[in-house]
């Protein structure tokens, strides 16, 4: 008679007091070029290994996420002595900005480390094999060239962004209500070229230690530290931090005025106002309650300003309970929002393809992790880079590319944006420089 293969195990310890796993810092556990991460302020989760792996793209890419997540879990056997959000099984995603081009990824690792409130677990799926760590490899040198879109191009881009957005401007009325597009994000990259390998784990060290305030990720070769949370889900609470209108450090100007000068920015508080209202209406059939601050504040990092809004909700209990409303559900229905796509989001998603000249492939795109319940956190994949060469240890150096834009309102200014853009790819660009 034929036996049926016994499930793979899922199992979540706590890490004892006496492991010196407990107390290390979480990206310095990390054994080789090809780490998961999701790490805020030390706490959070880092992965290795690849248990099972989803490749997947086009406009319903979440759907299949969510599905092919959901029938996994329901496949394994878990002991979770832990029982915290991010432990038992975990799954680390990265999603293409676009409905195409572009690839979606979910990877289970076969073994995740987490940090939450002083407690420090570990999971492993299966039999993970153990080797030792390698040592973290420096890229050396680091030459930048132009990528697909050069900074002079999206100059263009941006100009003729604002002269269709502005008055006497067509609005590119191409939505199905024929409303007009009134704000959309233009972004394009830049090339790094290193003399040495590229290790995944030197980015992310380095993005970690000068934005410590920021969620350092990694999932399949795209780095990065954002600011911006698209969405988290513990249980019924849902929470969003939503950035949108930006300045950056100038000779002479202190801190203070420049937050003073963005909060009475009528163009960056427009720019702010249809990111906030983008998420808020997409997430209202899903909640019972959902507070939406009346006013921005200013959240200051070391290369720029942003004004910033915290969403926070409740689910409704059916939407929570039935799966409605798990995370990468809710992430189809809020991707994108106005702070990476525009208003309204299909007319403006259309404008970007005219204009921008160039596959943004997961930088924009929503990335994090998700547990079998449906609950996790899912930053915008912004001040990142795709590797997309790493090169061969004692051989070839890496290849990698930048990304950054911002959003466009008819009271744009093209040289403006361009430096903008250039504030926001620096903590990469710091970070491969070695200014950890
Ligand atoms: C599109 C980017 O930033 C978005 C997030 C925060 C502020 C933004 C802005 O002010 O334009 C953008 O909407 C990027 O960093 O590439």
Request: charge should be negative; aromatic fraction near 6%.
């Amino acid at each position: 008679m034929a036996t049926s293969p016994s499930p793979l195990t899922v199992r979540t310890v706590a890490i004892p007091e006496d492991d010196p796993r407990r107390t290390a810092a979480l990206l310095e556990l990390l054994p080789d070029r090809s780490p998961v991460s999701w790490v805020r302020g030390g706490e959070g989760l880092v992965g290795w290994g690849c248990a099972a792996r989803l490749d997947t793209s086009g406009p319903e890419r979440f759907a299949a996420a969510d599905a092919w997540w959901h029938s996994w879990c329901e496949r394994v056997e878990v002991h979770d002595e832990v029982r915290l959000p991010g432990t038992g099984p975990v799954a680390f995603t990265s999603f293409a900005f676009a409905d195409r081009p572009g690839d979606s990824v979910v990877v289970v690792p076969e073994v995740v480390v987490g940090s939450r409130d002083g407690v420090r677990w570990i999971t492993t799926v299966g039999q993970p094999s153990t080797a030792p760590r390698l040592p973290v490899g420096e890229p050396g040198a680091v030459r930048y060239d132009a990528g697909a879109v050069s900074p002079e191009r999206y100059r263009r881009s941006v100009a003729e962004a604002v002269r269709i957005l502005g008055p006497g401007g067509s609005g590119h009325a191409i939505g199905s209500d024929g409303e007009a597009v009134r704000k959309v994000v233009l972004a394009h990259d830049l090339l790094a070229t290193t003399a040495e390998p590229l290790d995944a784990r030197y980015l992310l060290g380095n993005l970690a230690a000068r934005y410590p305030g920021c969620w350092s990720f990694a999932v399949d070769g795209l780095v990065g530290a954002t600011p911006e949370l698209l969405l988290e889900r513990t249980g019924r609470r849902i929470r969003s931090r939503v950035l949108a209108g930006t300045t950056w450090p100038r000779p002479g100007v202190s801190a203070d005025e420049l937050a003073s000068t963005l909060l009475g920015s009528a163009k960056d508080l427009s720019e702010h106002a249809f990111a906030t209202e983008s998420l808020a209406a997409e997430l209202r059939p899903f909640c019972g309650e959902l507070a939406v601050p009346e006013r921005p504040e200013v959240l200051r990092l070391r290369n720029v300003l942003h004004l910033a809004s915290h969403i926070t909700g409740e689910l409704h209990e059916h939407a929570a309970s039935n799966g409605v409303a798990a995370l990468l559900r809710l992430a189809a229905a809020v991707h994108p929002s106005a702070a990476v796509g525009g208003t309204p989001t299909p007319a403006a998603v259309s404008l970007i393809g005219r204009l921008e000249g160039m596959d943004r492939g997961r930088y924009s795109g929503p990335v994090g992790w998700v547990d079998d319940a449906g609950n996790g956190e899912l930053g915008i994949a912004l001040r990142c880079a795709q590797i997309e060469d790493g090169g061969s240890p004692g051989g070839a150096g890496g290849r990698a590319r930048l990304f950054a834009g911002g959003g466009i309102v008819a009271g744009s200014d093209p040289d403006l944006e361009v430096a903008e853009a250039a504030a926001k790819m620096l903590p990469v660009r710091e970070a491969l420089d070695g200014l950890g």
